[in-house]
């Protein structure tokens, strides 16, 4: 019973923290090199075409290294990168 219960309060766990996720979703058929900021560290990656990345619960900000576009988010907002910039949903 008392593993049931930890099991269950884990679950809880990894699905409150999941949730307030900020989330890059590339919904292009393209990959993308980016440069993410989130708390204070920097990393540069890419973003595979219809893709998506959990960065941390922010604040993050995501920069598209080709056109310079940038965009900021944060607890559990999502970045949609859409026709080769940055867009609403």
Do not use: W
């Amino acid at each position: 019973m008392k593993k049931i219960l930890g099991l269950s309060l884990l679950a809880v766990v990894l699905a409150v923290s999941s949730a307030s996720a900020v989330r890059l979703v590339n919904k292009d058929y393209s990959s993308y090199e980016v440069k993410i900021t989130c708390n204070g560290s920097t990393r540069n990656t890419h973003i595979g075409a219809g893709s998506t990345a959990d960065l941390g619960s922010g604040p993050c900000t995501v920069t598209l290294v080709k056109s310079g576009s940038t965009t900021n988010a944060s607890g559990s907002q999502d970045i949609y990168i859409k026709n080769g910039g940055f867009s609403a949903n």
